[in-house]
């Protein structure tokens, strides 16, 4: 049985989303060390990171998939509000 194999490309493309969430998370992690008024956990920084990492992959599948600027604007749009939809509802807790 032949194993799948990656092709290079998307292998770049998930270090360069990678590479994305742990600039992005180095925010926090900086602003821990300056201020006493954030708290992150090392939970917050996983959920963070799963979440950021999942939002690059859909706004990146959106990108590829997209036939027309419109359409790749829309479903990218469509990925951040998502993200944005989650984000503030883990900020705030559930509503059940």
């Not at 690059?56 to 509000?81: C, E, N, Q, S, V």
């Not at 993200?83 to 705030?92: H, K, Q």
């Amino acid at each position: 049985m032949k194993m799948a194999t990656f092709k290079p490309m998307v292998i770049k493309r998930f270090k360069l989303i990678s590479l994305g969430v742990a600039l992005l998370l180095t925010i926090p992690l900086v602003a821990m060390l300056f201020s006493t008024e954030v708290h992150w956990t090392v939970g917050d920084f996983i959920v963070m990171a799963v979440l950021l990492f999942i939002t690059g992959i859909g706004a990146d599948l959106a990108y590829r998939t997209g036939k027309t600027p419109i359409t790749k604007g829309i479903l990218i749009a469509g990925a951040i509000f998502l993200f944005m939809l989650v984000w503030s509802t883990l900020a705030v807790g559930f509503p059940f």
